[in-house]
């Protein structure tokens, strides 16, 4: 079965870092695009990177831009999130979860605006 396991969150003073980890299995991993989403209590899930297929090309949310990088390990199924400089307003739930799929003619196309498989999550807490 398809399976998306976050892992490395935790406890995390501000100015500190912390890297996460996205482990997938039951699908052709370097066929989709992979996203990190986040969602502290009582707000809406937003969007916080996506890298391509190769791990070529990514993005982030501008409240995360130069702060967090996103990269991915085809070879070990797995997308890390190395997140620095981490502030109180980055402590939420977060989420990887499966991007577009690569298809013929859409090697320049990716985008994790729409998701299809999700992973339970990892929580991230920024606190003195």
């Known amino acids: 079965e398809v399976q998306l396991q976050a892992s490395g969150g935790g406890l995390v003073q501000p100015g500190g870092s912390l890297r996460l980890s996205c482990a997938a299995s039951g699908f052709t991993f370097d066929d989709y695009a992979i996203g990190w989403f986040r969602q502290a209590p009582g707000k809406e899930r937003e969007g916080v990177s996506c890298?391509?297929?190769?791990?070529?090309?990514?993005s982030y949310a501008d409240s995360v831009k130069g702060r967090f990088t996103v990269s991915r390990d085809n070879a070990r199924n797995t997308v890390y999130l190395q997140m620095n400089s981490l502030k109180p307003e980055d402590t939420a739930a977060y989420y990887c979860?499966?991007?577009?799929?690569?298809?013929?003619?859409?090697?320049?196309?990716?985008?994790?605006?729409?998701?299809?498989?999700w992973g339970q999550g990892t929580l991230v807490t920024v606190s003195s």
């Open positions: 890298i391509s297929y190769g791990g070529g090309a990514t």
């Open positions: 979860a499966t991007g577009s799929r690569l298809f013929s003619g859409s090697s320049n196309y990716y985008t994790c605006e729409i998701q299809h498989y």
